[in-house]
């Protein structure tokens, strides 16, 4: 049996000798599975609910010989979001390392987790600063990845070859990420936990402040998420590593489903119930930090604006990067 990721089943791990006995014996069990994953199992596939994890089938999806057998759904259990965020973080803290920027998302995670921790970003940059101060403040073990910027231009190329949107945002988000599945995967680990999807689902964006229709902007903003998981885990199996997302756990989800919408934004920097929950666990000045997003932080925005500049593109990031794409292909 070929396994990526985790399987559980009724709040259990799985061994893969287990799976593979579940889905070969036809086991109706199979369509409760929960986690983050794809398996093939002779003339079996299957994928996890959400697609967390990258696959030759659909989300949720049984398969033989291409064929659906079964839709995969899990039982989710009905918690309070503090203790949905704990069960979604605790089902993943067994292995792998946090992706640590020092904002709420990720400082969450490594504070239950209790994983390494590895940080990027450009010398001086926020993130580094912030994590940092975190890491002393919590004790956490961090790992500090100094971003090269004579290295960029190569790794745009990289990115760009795995990518499917090639805006500017995208490639600058898996450039960050590049240099943390880079640092993890030649440390031997695969699993990397991180804070993707927060802002879709608790409602962390600037633009969701007085939305006049905030259930629809979450909705569709919620929908965009297996592009962006495309992105984020093409970039990291570059390196033979997939993202953890503690925060698109079933559990979670369920949860913040149950919230009124008004406890989700919020009156401060957004994603109002998440930094509630959070100061459960790490000081309250932490939770309520405001967004600062990956690109931005680490540095890698400015310096990939610089290098635009510089190319002869002074208004026109994408024009460098189309160029820097067909020169790979010779065009």
Same mark, same amino acid.
């Given at each position: ?17 287990r799976?593979? $006995? ?5 086991d ?7 986690g983050?994953? #794809?398996? $093939?199992?002779g !003339?079996w596939? /299957? ?13 949720g ?5 291409g064929?659906t ?25 067994? $292995?792998?390392v ?7 998302? !990720? ?7 209790? %994983? ?6 450009i010398e001086g940059?926020?993130?580094? +600063?912030?994590?940092?101060y ?9 790992? +500090? ?8 231009? /190569?790794?745009?190329? +990289?990115?760009?070859?795995v990518?499917?949107e *090639?805006?500017p ?8 990420? @590049?240099?943390v599945?880079?640092?993890? /995967?030649? %440390?031997? @680990?695969?699993?990397i936990?991180?804070g993707?999807g927060?802002?879709e689902?608790?409602?962390? @964006?600037?633009?969701y402040? &007085?939305?006049?229709d905030?259930r629809?902007?979450l909705?569709?903003?919620f929908a ?8 984020d885990? /093409? ?6 590593? #997939?993202? !953890?997302?503690?925060?698109?756990d079933p ?5 913040v ?5 008004s406890?989700l934004v &919020? ?7 998440l ?12 939770a309520? #930090?405001? *967004? *600062?997003?990956?690109?931005y932080? !680490?540095?890698v ?11 002869? #593109?002074?208004n026109?990031?994408?024009? @460098?990067?189309?160029?820097l794409?067909?020169?790979?292909h010779?065009?």
């Open positions: 049996m070929m396994l990526r990721g985790w399987t559980e089943l009724n709040g259990r791990r799985l061994a893969p000798s799976l593979e $006995e579940l889905v070969c014996g036809e109706p069990l199979v369509a409760r599975l929960g983050e994953f #794809y398996f $093939e199992a !003339s596939r /299957g994928r996890d609910m959400l697609g967390i994890l990258p696959g030759l089938c659909p989300p999806e049984l398969q033989r010989d064929v057998v079964r839709r995969i759904e899990p039982e989710v259990p009905e918690l309070t979001l503090v203790d949905a965020i704990e069960l979604a973080v605790r089902r993943r803290a067994d $292995e792998g946090v992706a640590l920027s020092g904002g709420v998302d !990720s400082t969450l995670i490594a504070a239950l987790s209790g %994983r390494p921790c590895v940080v990027v970003g940059s926020h993130d580094l +600063e912030r994590a940092r975190v890491a002393d403040l919590l004790d956490l073990d961090l790992n +500090e990845v100094i971003i090269p910027p004579e290295r960029l231009p /190569g790794v745009l190329v +990289e990115v760009l070859r990518i499917p *090639k805006s945002v995208n490639v600058a988000i898996a450039a960050t990420l @590049y240099f599945a880079e640092w993890a /995967g030649s %440390r031997g @680990y695969e699993r936990l991180a993707q927060a802002d689902v608790f409602g962390g @964006y600037a633009r402040a &007085g939305a006049d905030l629809s902007m909705a569709s903003d965009s998420l297996p592009v962006q998981r495309a992105r885990q /093409g970039t990291v199996g570059l390196f033979g590593c #997939y993202l !953890s997302m503690p925060f698109l559990a979670v989800l369920r949860a489903r149950a919230l009124p919408l406890r &919020g009156d401060g920097p957004g994603k109002a119930a930094r509630e929950a959070a100061a459960t666990w790490i000081p309250p000045e932490i309520a #930090y405001p *967004k *600062k997003a990956m690109q932080g !680490s540095g925005w400015g310096e990939i604006r610089r290098l635009s500049r510089h190319n002869g #593109y002074k026109s990031v994408q024009g @460098y990067l189309t160029t794409e067909r020169n790979e010779g065009q």
